[in-house]
């Protein structure tokens, strides 16, 4: 009956014009869609055939390929955006890597319009020669999956083809919480097990990741199942703080609470399982107002003010450890170190690495709050410096579990040995051999400039 009485109100609202989205230089960018119950729908053929024109107009930037098909075999499209002549960064350091989706519900077409105008934005950016867009490109990779449930969107249905709601059929809780329709498993249906697959083998380490949605105005983060903050709460309430105090009014809030209880959604999955910053965004439900019908980038400005704000402070969505300063006395290491990300990490080790890369000490763990700095002193007694041997840290960048880990080396600190009578007496025990200390201040030459130069350009 849904679908009818669209087909109606289509044809009813044909003489009405579709809305445009304006770019900086006063050129309209076409929202490809059509008026269905009173609000602007985009089919996967429209959306087939733009995609496809970024593709050839922007190949130096727009990297179009697929996560696979939908039940009914409608290509999942992803747009990938970045400046692709550059493999790094301007520093050699790695991208930052953005993972985006839209339109898990087929009837929720302002998130499926939120995906299409954050990369229509950078595309638009990038021609028109905007700074920002530029930067963002040079320094990130965005990859954005516009509608993942064409099926469901062609018929207007929130459901996929077999009426399942692909937004509960990711494997963190699967089928756990009171639900509707979550499928026969876990990733039991064609879109969200090619999303999986996605997130596993291509942005395994996204540094953020947003799935858009419609229905009530807010942002929200882990968990769906539990009223509890997630470990990582330091990261989400900066990111809350930062984005009201600057951009927008817009709650954020845990989902269980923000919303109700959700289990095997993408939002979860991402955060629980991948390990990433996670957040649904939900546009409001005015698309469903009769005679809505208003510019994408004045209906829907305020939301991407808040994606371009989670894109440009992206690098800071992991903890950062910074060395500061770091002395041998005898037994012992004494370090300073600051975190210049906003999240925290609970694990870190000083390890002491030989010629080849091997580990050959590592310190007790020690823990590094979200912009904080620590000072601590490491029990070396076992440390046994080596000809051509490097100090690195160790640690996860998020305290989520399934958060990746990184091992970093002290380029560029300045290591201190502090000379004192017992240093004379453990010479012939080979810690502070004059061969020791060579290696050592030859593997840190550069001391600290060359880092310094990292953290301005980052």
Same mark, same amino acid.
């Given at each position: ?58 190949? *130096? ?61 950078? /595309? ?66 064609? *879109? ?44 989400? %309430?900066? /990111? ?53 019908? *208003? ?29 500061? =300063? ?5 037994? =012992? /290491?004494?370090? =300073?170190?600051?975190?210049?990300? %906003? ?20 310190? =007790? ?81 550069? /001391? ?11």
């Amino acid at each position: 009956m849904r679908v009818a009485v669209g087909l109606v109100v289509c044809m009813l609202l044909a003489s009405i014009p579709v809305s445009t989205a304006q770019s900086d230089s006063g050129e309209a960018d076409a929202w490809p869609g059509d008026p269905v119950d009173s609000h602007v729908h985009m089919t996967w053929a429209a959306l087939t055939l733009e995609v496809n024109e970024w593709a050839d107009d922007y190949p *130096e930037i727009v990297d179009l390929t697929s996560i696979g098909q939908s039940e009914l075999g409608k290509t999942l499209w992803v747009v990938r955006l970045s400046n692709w002549s550059m493999e790094t960064k301007f520093d050699g350091s790695p991208k930052e890597v953005v993972y985006i989706d839209g339109g898990h519900h087929g009837n929720e077409y302002l998130g499926t319009a939120l995906a299409w105008l954050s990369a229509k934005w950078y /595309i638009n950016g990038w021609a028109e020669g905007n700074q920002e867009a530029i930067d963002a490109l040079d320094n990130t990779e965005l990859h954005i999956t516009i509608m993942l449930n064409p099926d469901g969107n062609d018929i207007d249905t929130r459901w996929n083809i077999n009426q399942v709601d692909l937004n509960r059929n990711y494997d963190h809780y699967w089928n756990t919480c009171p639900t509707t329709q979550p499928g026969s498993s876990a990733f039991s249906e064609s *879109e969200t097990a090619s999303n999986g697959v996605y997130m596993n083998t291509v942005v395994p380490d996204a540094d953020l990741y947003v799935t858009m949605h419609t229905g009530v105005w807010i942002m929200l983060y882990p968990w769906g199942k539990w009223p509890e903050q997630p470990a990582d709460w330091e990261l989400y %309430h900066k /990111i809350r703080e930062d984005v009201q105090n600057n951009i927008s009014s817009i709650p954020i809030q845990n989902a269980n609470q923000g919303l109700y209880p959700n289990c095997g959604t993408s939002r979860d999955y991402g955060y629980g399982v991948m390990g990433y910053p996670t957040f649904t965004f939900e546009t409001d439900d005015e698309q469903f107002v009769p005679g809505s019908f *208003e510019n994408l980038n004045e209906r829907l400005g305020e939301e991407m003010d808040v994606m371009r704000f989670l894109i440009n402070n992206v690098w800071y969505n992991r903890a950062r450890l910074n060395v500061q =300063s770091f002395l041998i006395d005898g037994d =012992s /290491i004494d370090v =300073s170190v600051d975190n210049l990300g %906003h999240a925290s990490t609970t694990n870190a080790t000083l390890q002491y690495l030989d010629a080849n890369g091997m580990m050959v000490w590592n310190s =007790s763990t020690f823990g590094v709050n979200a912009t904080n700095s620590t000072t601590l002193s490491l029990d070396a007694a076992n440390l046994s410096m080596i000809d051509g041997g490097t100090f690195a840290l160790n640690y996860q960048v998020r305290v989520i579990e399934s958060s990746r880990w990184v091992n970093e080396p002290l380029d560029g600190v300045e290591i201190v040995i502090e000379e004192s009578e017992e240093t004379s007496f453990l010479i012939g025990y080979g810690l502070f051999n004059p061969l020791s200390l060579m290696a050592c201040f030859i593997a840190v030459a550069a /001391i600290a400039n060359e880092r310094k130069e990292m953290d301005e350009a980052a």
